[in-house]
């Protein structure tokens, strides 16, 4: 249990943390992430990483060829 109360950088809010799921962008392409532990704020919602959770990640997208599923998102490009 944590004793230092962390704020958000872009909101000043607090972080408590969390098991969430984050999009995370890697050499272009973007991926899901389920069930990561993660620091939350409680005002704007931005997501935090611990170090070893993010190179936990980078690892996996470098070595990982068979994901568990795969996804459509929708996209729009806005520039007009």
Request: charged content about 30%.
């Amino acid at each position: 249990m944590r004793t230092k109360t962390y704020l958000c950088d872009l909101c000043g809010g607090k972080l408590h943390e969390e098991v969430t799921s984050i999009m995370y962008q890697f050499q272009g392409n973007w991926y899901l992430f389920d069930h990561v532990k993660a620091d939350v704020c409680e005002q704007c919602g931005e997501k935090y990483l611990l170090g070893e959770t993010a190179r936990n990640i980078e690892k996996s997208l470098r070595e990982n060829k068979n994901w568990d599923t795969y996804i459509n998102v929708p996209k729009l490009d806005l520039a007009l």
